[in-house]
């Protein structure tokens, strides 16, 4: 399998975990972060003020947040391109227990991977609606409602062929979107149990994040509830 690891190279801080990630990962090839504050970077891709899809996303794209969709889009392209089953697709801010992940790995190529998408998260919050696969610690398992991040998941080549098709016009992070199964058409499984690790604070902090002023603190945790309640809404089967 290979693995494609995004990673902006005039990011220096996270430079030594990339190179780490090159030397764990299987078939490792680093992929160049797309800066989503450069117009001539994402020129191809369109974006909407949450107005796409139902429900609504109650918050303005940011740059980051463009770039990071734009470079999983690049993720799964080269999936597409390699005639691969599927690929491993990690952020540069993971860190993985290479012993599990070869497991969970093989426990993955053991299903029908060319059609999946598989998180492998880094928090243990995805309760089961349905089990497919279970190995010691490790469990293949079909959420009820999908996580948020994408730091790290393996993507079979008609799942990322599905998922180009639909995001050349965006409205909402990468991670938001996939959550939304009856959209997408595409079912999102997890593997818990991993022992990866999101070391983000230990290489210079998020990319993404950015303070709120604090009249607008509270608006956004309410509008985030009530879109998360709407995601509750529509489990998976």
Known sequence: MQSYIIHMSKSTARRPNAERLLR???GA????AVDGRDPGQIADLVTHPGDLFRPRYPFDLRAPEVGVF????ACWQRIV???DDCGLVVEDD???DPDRLARALDMIAAQAARSMYVRLPVKQRERPARMLA???DLRLILPRVIGLQCIAQVVGRDAAQR???LTARIDRPVDTLLQMHWITGQPVHAVLGTGNREVAPEIGGSTIQTKTPPGGKLRRELARAWYRA???LRPQR
Request: aromatic share 0%; net charge negative.
């Open 24 to 26: 764990d990962l299987p």
């Open 29 to 32: 090839e680093l992929v160049e």
């Open 70 to 73: 734009a470079s999983h889009r």
């Open 81 to 83: 391109d390699s005639g």
């Open 94 to 96: 993971l860190a993985v």
């Open 134 to 136: 279970e190995a010691g």
């Open 163 to 165: 998922l180009l098709h």
């Open 230 to 232: 709407q995601m509750h």
